[in-house]
């Protein structure tokens, strides 16, 4: 009797780990020019327009900001520094910028990570440039420090979702 309460107590535990485990359904954001795509999970990224950027995700916390837009120009690697330091400037400073070339899916970018120092709490801000099909993309990241070190994995995550629809 007992070995038989055994048996269904662990049929019953795999019957509600298969309930509570369910496939993440991946949605599409498309570029305003329809050249590239950003596959994201809704159940950690919450998608929104705005005025500024093409579209701007934030986690499910609120913590972690993600901004893309596709410019109608390109960013040369000469004007590359320059650009990012315009865009924090009514913040303040950047400090630590650091640029280097990594490949996400088929596209080589140029990635950078800074940190600005505003009303006293420390910001980290990272992403990626590039130069193809139509001009420049830009996908950006930026939080306070810690939310951007515990949330590297679901940046990590929507960066690898952004493709080149062929």
């Not at 009797?1 to 369910?22: C, E, H, N, P, R």
């Not at 315009?86 to 996400?104: Q, R, S």
Request: charged letters at 25%; a neutral charge.
């Amino acid at each position: 009797m007992s070995k038989k309460f055994i048996f269904l107590f662990f049929l019953s535990s795999l019957f509600a780990i298969g309930q509570t485990k369910k496939a993440s359904k991946l949605e599409t954001y498309t570029s305003r020019k329809e050249i590239y795509e950003i596959k994201y999970n809704p159940e950690k990224w919450i998608l929104t327009e705005t005025s500024d950027w093409d579209v701007q995700f934030h986690d499910k916390y609120n913590l972690v900001n993600a901004y893309f837009i596709e410019y109608d120009y390109f960013i040369t690697d000469k004007k590359l520094k320059s650009t990012i330091e315009d865009e924090y400037k009514a913040f303040g400073k950047i400090k630590n910028l650091k640029i280097t070339k990594k490949k996400i899916n088929d596209l080589t970018v140029n990635y950078f990570e800074c940190e600005l120092d505003y009303n006293d709490m420390l910001y980290k801000y990272q992403g990626f440039i590039y130069n193809g099909k139509g001009g420049s993309i830009q996908m950006q990241y930026g939080a306070q420090a810690e939310a951007i070190e515990q949330n590297q994995n679901i940046i990590d995550e929507l960066n690898n979702g952004i493709s080149i629809i062929n």
